[in-house]
């Protein structure tokens, strides 16, 4: 985020110092902002950090958010990030092959480069999701099972 915030100070300087305006700096600094993005993801999902309604969560029991956290990965987040994942791959092959680059006079080369940050960050939080649930289903269906014990 540093590197992202360096490029936008000087984009900005540039601009309004120098009259200057830099496709490239424009175009690098939505790719760190997609790559701080989609990289991110997978870890404030883990770090359970990610956006929800705390004002719902709060006041439901441990069991009832477990509930919903298996139902919500399960019925919507596992299926949007197969979606992703598998036009994702397709998507990224074809700027590959035609070696796209950005449409933009003076703007980033190797399109496809950016590209593929999108499966990638989808895949690392399916392993995020994937860690997650073993967690609730270990706390749903087993955890009464080992304190029987």
Known sequence: WLLLLAVIMVNVILRYFFSEGRIE??????????????????YAYQADVHVRVDVLHER??????????????????IPLIALVVIYGIPFVQSSFAVNEV?????????????KAVLPIGFLLLGFAVLSRLSRVWTFLFLKDQADAR
């Open 60 to 77: 439901w029991s441990p069991r009832t958010q477990a509930w919903i956290e298996l139902y919500g990965s399960l019925l919507l987040l």
């Open 102 to 114: 950005s449409s933009s006079p003076g703007g980033l080369p190797l399109r496809y480069l950016i």
């Open 25 to 42: 700096l424009e175009e690098l600094q939505w790719h760190l902002y997609s790559v701080g993005f989609l990289l991110g993801m997978s």
